[in-house]
């Protein structure tokens, strides 16, 4: 279905082919996934794939790329259009119409297919990827999630032969995520669709791939065998390397046939031991309450949710919150978006928010940061009420980088953007240039931020908010389009910052991240706060926001391989 014949791939200004020397077959019917650390051309791969390259992206494409036997030098993407349906990093670029409905349906009116047939599809389409609810929404007020759900199922209904697609899963809650896989699965399985994806969060989807193509090298194999000697690996193939397992598991149902010996090793070691010196960091106690004949640590909430853990306050070991949120309650139009949220945070500790696409995550974040204005309650960042205080003196007390790095980033080059940062924070030159060097090594100067992979241009923003040092952080999805190693750059960044007393307080669909990284986390349902308590209690006891070593190990409380190797 898709032959690749010695293709290499430069663009004007690289001193280096983003692309070397690929040969490579994909047969029909199979998924083959891209992995590899960021900037080894997998985007450029999938683009050349679908004749975006280079037909729409510039540079020299040399070689033969073929699909279904057409050749893409000499077919534009509009001549590919019925074979190929592809998905970028950012889905928001696709859309051509306004609401769900009528982005499902564009793909197959550009085609000409029977009204009756596009009625069928868009049905199917709503049902399968879970859109039914939103298919008269204008797609302007759907989450990021939302937004790539929409995009995939606009992809999906020509019914194209090869799908294309750049980080699927990158915006998606874990149960979103899992539905989209399936769906994936049903169409190589049952109609023959052959599907090239590339995706950092490798324990979402190593699994499901037929094939598994290494870049830079360009070498292909099964999973087991490439997942034994690719740098980037999900956190249950680590585990397996670090317990001599052979073959190495893939999912977390092989790991756990083989964990007995190990858990037996772990037996009587205490993960919250080794966690204690982050979570001494985070100034406030935790302290759980029952509910009279409820489970232990489960009682009512004040907006009737559960709420896991309350904190214990004394007046002589509980600090003035940095953040004091009360009673907060958002509509946006007809929609109850937040209502009655209580949050505290403190100096020196890292929140994730945790819960389903459009659950109220990044409403919450841009009324934290003054965007959106509360219905009723109160917001307070270090005293001040965000959205009654002026730009200059907010932006001093608190930075949000938001999920769409474009938002923050308007200069021509990464120089610029740090200068400008520079000069907005007050701070001296070139602070800001250090941070993109400590969090993106390698990215030159003059690079523009358009041609940074959406990862690196996400890093770049981060870095541009980071300069101004703001006491109270805010991250909205954080980590899309990163590998595991700038994954892990991050939070090295972030466990320093919170150790300098910062506030961290971060939106993700990452439970990997969230295991690593976090104190608390905060699950929020229908804009209201279901859980919040220390990460171990809450995340272990939650399948769907569970990391792997979590779901391998239990009922230990183990979170990451790190506290597991330390054990050890």
Known sequence: MIRFENVSVRYED?????????????????????????????????????????????GTLTGRVTVDGRDTRTHPPREL????????????????TDTVEDELAYGM?????????????????????????????????????????????SVLTPHPKVLVLDEPTSALDPSAAEDVLAVLQRLVHDLGTTVLLAEHRLERVVQYADQVLLLPEGVMGSPAEIMAVSPVHPPVVALGRLAGWEPLPLTVRDARRRAGELKGRLEGRDPAGLLAGLRDSAPPAFEARGSGGGAPGFGKGRGGGLNLFKRRRTESDTPTPLLHVEALAVRRGRVEALRRIDLQVHAGETVALMGRN?????????????????????????G????????????????????????????????????????????????CRALVSELLPGVADGTHPRDLSEGQRLTLALAVVL???????????????????????????????????????????????????????????DGEVVADGPTAEVVVSSPAFSPQVAKILAPQHWLTVEQVEEAL
Do not use: N, W
């Open 358 to 382: 459009g659950a109220g995550k990044s409403t919450l974040l841009s009324t934290l940061v003054g965007m959106i204005a509360p219905t009723s309650g109160t917001v307070r960042v270090a």
């Open 14 to 58: 690289d001193t280096e082919p983003t692309l070397r020397g690929v040969d490579l077959t994909v047969p029909e019917g199979e998924l083959v996934l891209l992995v590899g650390p960021s900037g080894v051309g997998k985007s450029t791969l999938l683009g050349a794939v679908s004749g975006l390259v280079p037909h729409f992206t510039g």
């Open 384 to 431: 001040r009420v965000p959205h009654t205080t002026a730009p200059g003196e907010l932006i001093r007390q608190v930075g949000l980088v938001p999920q769409e790095p474009r938002d923050l980033l308007y200069a021509d080059s990464v120089a610029a953007e740090c200068a400008a940062a520079d000069a907005d924070a007050g701070t001296a030159p070139g602070t």
């Open 109 to 153: 009116e550009s085609l000409g297919l029977a009204p009756a047939v596009m009625r069928r599809r868009v049905e199917e389409t709503l049902d399968l990827l879970g859109l039914a609810e939103l298919r008269d929404r204008p797609i302007a007020t759907l989450s990021g999630g939302q937004r790539q759900r929409v995009a995939i199922g």
């Open 81 to 96: 259009a019925d074979v190929v349906g592809t998905v970028g990093q950012d889905p928001s670029a696709h859309f051509v």
């Open 467 to 525: 300069t101004g040092s703001p006491p109270l952080l805010l991250l909205d999805e954080p980590t899309r389009g990163l590998d595991y190693a700038a994954k892990a750059r991050l939070v090295t960044h972030l466990r320093s910052l919170a150790a300098d007393g910062h506030a961290i307080v971060l939106a993700t669909h990452d439970v990997e991240l969230a295991a690593e990284l976090a104190h608390r986390v905060v699950i929020i349902a």
